[in-house]
């Protein structure tokens, strides 16, 4: 019975690997900022008196951690930590007013992602150790974070950073058994890209997206890109040279600033 901790798992992706997991038989940790909706989602998931729900916000390092401390003893370990939380939104740096949106995406999209698994490292190099479980730190980012596209500065800095970041924790954690994976959603269908204005290639439906990237986590793959069509894509514009991408992507759609 695999043991399994959630941010940002109210909504969307991190709702629907809840959904996945929950119906494998697992028994969950389930953190996000709405206890109403955490309550709702893991009234309608099966043996919900197993799970534990955790309303925090992730930039609260400890709050984060008793999360983790209480997961723990009560569930006896932690098999696999997702690094869900995240938010999204326009920035343009030439507005004084948006510094403090950078802020806040970076605080909850890459800082809460280091304190998210820091709690968890030392039981699973234990399990890892004793080869009683097999351990996976999954990071959540984006397609967006392949590069850097205008009017989403700080979204896709944040994203790359984070995919930096889990490599690096790949590399690190390779010689203690514990497995470090990353994701890079295209779009996917949920609350935060259902108020996109703009045209999204190849949407996948949320659930379907929770067992592709379940099945990634289970494999162990160091990376992977979901849709499938989407990791063409990100090859493609990962190879442009400056020259081509500034021309492809001048007159590209920006995300909603407040």
Same mark, same amino acid.
């Given at each position: 019975?695999?043991?399994?901790?959630?941010?940002?798992?109210?909504? !969307?992706? !991190?709702?629907?690997?809840?959904?996945?997991?929950?119906?494998?038989?697992? =028994?969950?940790?389930?953190?996000?900022?709405?206890?109403?909706?955490?309550?709702?989602?893991?009234?309608?998931?099966?043996?919900?008196?197993?799970?534990?729900?955790?309303?925090?916000?992730?930039?609260?390092?400890?709050?984060?951690?008793?999360?983790?401390?209480?997961?723990?003893?009560?569930?006896? !370990?932690?098999?696999?930590?997702?690094?869900?939380?995240?938010?999204?939104?326009?920035?343009?740096?030439?507005?004084?007013?948006?510094?403090?949106?950078?802020?806040?995406?970076?605080?909850?999209?890459?800082?809460? =992602?280091?304190? =998210?698994?820091?709690?968890?490292?030392?039981?699973?190099?234990?399990?890892?150790?004793? !080869?009683?479980?097999?351990?996976?730190?999954?990071?959540?980012?984006?397609?967006?974070?392949?590069?850097?596209?205008?009017?989403?500065?700080?979204?896709?800095?944040?994203?790359?950073?984070?995919?930096?970041?889990?490599?690096?924790?790949?590399?690190?954690?390779?010689?203690?058994?514990?497995?470090?994976? =990353?994701?890079?959603?295209?779009?996917?269908?949920?609350?935060?890209?259902?108020?996109?204005?703009?045209?999204?290639?190849?949407?996948?439906?949320?659930?379907?997206?929770?067992?592709?990237?379940?099945?990634?986590?289970?494999?162990?793959?160091?990376?992977?890109?979901?849709?499938?069509?989407?990791?063409?894509?990100?090859?493609?514009?990962?190879?442009?040279?400056?020259?081509?991408?500034?021309?492809?992507?001048?007159?590209?759609?920006?995300?909603?600033?407040?």
């Amino acid at each position: 019975m695999k043991r399994v901790f959630i941010t940002g798992a109210s909504s !969307g992706i !991190g709702a629907a690997l809840a959904r996945h997991y929950a119906a494998q038989g697992a =028994t969950l940790g389930l953190a996000a900022r709405r206890r109403p909706m955490l309550e709702e989602l893991a009234a309608s998931l099966p043996n919900a008196e197993r799970h534990q729900l955790y309303a925090l916000d992730v930039t609260d390092h400890g709050a984060l951690a008793d999360a983790a401390a209480h997961f723990i003893r009560t569930a006896g !370990g932690a098999d696999i930590v997702i690094a869900n939380a995240g938010i999204s939104q326009g920035t343009l740096t030439e507005y004084a007013e948006d510094l403090p949106v950078f802020e806040r995406i970076f605080a909850t999209n890459v800082t809460a =992602t280091v304190a =998210t698994f820091s709690s968890f490292i030392g039981v699973m190099k234990e399990q890892a150790r004793s !080869g009683s479980r097999d351990c996976r730190l999954v990071g959540i980012a984006s397609i967006a974070g392949v590069r850097g596209l205008p009017g989403a500065e700080a979204y896709s800095a944040s994203k790359a950073a984070v995919i930096s970041y889990c490599e690096s924790l790949r590399v690190e954690m390779k010689k203690s058994g514990i497995r470090v994976v =990353t994701i890079a959603p295209g779009f996917i269908d949920t609350p935060m890209t259902r108020i996109n204005k703009y045209r999204m290639p190849f949407l996948m439906p949320v659930d379907k997206f929770a067992a592709k990237a379940a099945a990634a986590i289970d494999a162990g793959v160091s990376s992977v890109v979901l849709p499938w069509q989407m990791s063409i894509a990100a090859k493609v514009v990962r190879a442009l040279p400056n020259w081509l991408f500034d021309l492809a992507f001048a007159n590209a759609p920006h995300k909603r600033r407040n």
